[in-house]
């Protein structure tokens, strides 16, 4: 079945420092969302990608999604303790288009 | 005030017994899912329904059973079959635009189970 591979597991910053994560799926993607899930909480939807080579941002944060819809990554400029959380991805592909979500990745960061 | 309820917020469970997790929402959509979260093992989906008096088996279904009499509420047992019950359960709906369509999900807070 469709598998959606993140990584790092974990990343450990400096505040001001930048961070990215990367998903990477077995098979073409329809689309991949991103969520945020602070320590103690649920997930948030953050941003929904669809086309390929897409782009966009929300104010520190960069989306991306890969040419081929097979891969995609957040990054975060200049990482500020609220950015603390597990950040998940989830691609929506394969012959059941069922959401498939990546591990996460627990990012904390030193003031 | 719009959202997904779930309760308890802790559950436990003794060996052999049934419990069953809660969930309603007043967001007047018609997907409902639940998901398991492991540490450091993602989400996982168990059950999701798409309309009323319909639901599907995800990807981990084995010891599990759920309902969805009313559009609002979309209930999970876990069953004394579920050997590695200890988990982190995530309710979730969306609107539901068919096949090859997506919709962002809406997360409750999720409910705590854990063995005594």
């Known amino acids: 079945g469709q598998q959606v591979m993140q990584i790092p597991q974990y990343q450990h910053v400096q505040e001001g420092e930048d961070f990215t994560t990367y998903c990477n799926s077995s098979t073409t993607l329809s689309n991949i969302q991103w969520y945020k899930q602070r320590p103690g909480g649920h997930p948030v939807f953050l941003i929904q990608l669809v086309k390929s080579g897409e782009v966009k941002k929300q104010k520190r944060l960069t989306f991306q999604f890969g040419e081929a819809k097979k891969n995609s990554s957040l990054h975060i400029t200049a990482t500020q303790t609220t950015d603390v959380g597990t950040y998940f991805c989830?691609?929506?592909?394969?012959?059941?288009?069922?959401?498939?979500f990546g591990k996460g990745t627990l990012l904390t960061v030193n003031p | 005030d719009g959202g997904i309820t779930q309760s308890p917020k802790y559950l436990f469970r003794k060996e052999g017994q049934n419990v069953t997790l809660s969930c309603e929402q007043n967001l007047n959509h018609d997907a409902m899912y639940w998901y398991r979260q492991d540490p450091g093992q993602g989400l996982r989906l168990i059950y999701y329904?798409?309309?009323?008096?319909?639901?599907q088996k995800g990807d981990i279904a084995e010891g599990y059973s759920v309902s969805r009499e009313k559009k609002e509420s979309f209930p999970l047992t876990v069953t004394s079959a579920q050997k590695n019950p200890t988990a982190f359960y995530l309710c979730?709906?969306?609107?539901?635009?068919?096949?090859?369509?997506?919709?962002?999900?809406?997360f409750g807070s999720g409910t705590q189970l854990s063995v005594l």
């Open positions: 329904s798409q309309i009323v008096n319909d639901f």
């Open positions: 989830a691609g929506l592909g394969g012959s059941n288009y069922k959401l498939t």
């Open positions: 979730a709906s969306s609107t539901w635009g068919g096949y090859a369509t997506n919709e962002k999900l809406f």
